[in-house]
């Protein structure tokens, strides 16, 4: 793996002179055009850095959802973001060549100085935050911030940029409509004004369908007339589907889920990454917007390694990576056995993923292990019986008279210390890991999960 020392140094130096120790302090107290001139600084520093690798594994290079990037939607709750990331971090650690996230800081960058705004001093600070929390992957290069931004000629703007462009608005235009009648038929959305919170929209429904199965919008500035006469009805007031429709007011819901897999499908047609999603209805959606390009489930792929083999993520992050680098060999071995394993299921369903690591994954990683059993047993069971033998020769030898009662200085002086120290060799190789595990083609799990 490739150290990106120079990456982490100018982000490290950028971020403690904008911040000058105290980084909630800066990012609420600096102008706005130093706020941009930080998150420009930022964006460029990584377009500099993670240019998208050349001839890259399309089966373990991806781009991840504004979720798993940590970003707002459709939680932007810090613990919820935060948590989001960890499942990233499984996936990254454990599978991916590299996983590019969405970038918060050219978000803030391409919008411009005139839209800092506390939506941006937010993501400003987050973006920091979560930088300093994914730190150890950016310095191996196995977390990259995506491009969204890319720059071509005239001619190939014409050619390639705006067709994809008209493409994927043509797609959202028809999602668009599709989930709007799937979120119709599973959701209810409520007016409402919170002490404290103001006016706010409350979209509630099933779990899969609505993370944490409620929603809600906090509605800033001034209101539209529809909402503002229902400040003088009973709340919580629920819009009828025709209100909802003719207000778009699912557009709330649905507009990030479609701006989100746009990005996606930019990054993936330009830089040949694969999508992952953390959400199965959004990979379906993602499969149908790109037929190309291959899809994975980070929440599926973590949640059969919990099941299967939840000793893996007992293991501190520091040591998987330098397990990673150290076994860099098993580790594609591995990898390219699971990923047979995965590949004949197109969606990465969780049911599906838990039940080949219950049927193929689980049992080899026991087999290893009764394997070594195996071998520390009859080694050791040969070296008691060496042992054994040895001392009672020595024994008889002594009793009848046949040996002298300094033997053991006579064996040393004709080398014979050898044979001690050869069975202190066979009993020490009993207490290392024997060969018989790297015969396994996922010796590096088995390792991992040690």
Known sequence: MTDYNEFIEECDLAISLFCDGDVVQAVSERSAEELYEFAQ?????????????VGANRNFSFVANSSLSGGPHPCSYPDCRITKLEGLLSFAVLYADEVYIQNPFEEVYLAGASKIGDYARGEILTG???????????EKGIIRYAQNEVRLCEHHSQTLAQPLLDEIDRKQELLFKLLEDFYLERCRVYFDVGEGAGPYLHVMGPTDVVDHGSVYFHLKGMLPEFLENLLNKKLPYEFSKREVVSEGLLSFIISPILEDLGRQ????????????????MQMQIASKMNASAKTANSQAFNTAFHHAIPSVFSKDLDYLLRLRERENEAFSVYRSSLYSMLNDSRNWEVAEISEAFRDQVLPEINQINKRIADWKYKTRDALKEKVIFGSGTVAVGLYSGVLPH????IIAALGGASALVGAAMDFNRTLKKPLVARESDLYFLWQASQ
Request: proline content about 7%; some cysteine.
């Open 41 to 53: 600084t930022m964006a460029l520093i990584a377009r500099y850095h993670f240019v998208p690798s």
């Open 128 to 138: 920091i935050l979560k930088y300093q929390f994914l730190r150890p992957l950016f």
């Open 265 to 280: 499908e930019w990054h993936s047609t330009f830089f040949k990454t694969s999508y992952l999603c953390d959400n199965p």
């Open 406 to 409: 300094n033997i053991g200085e």
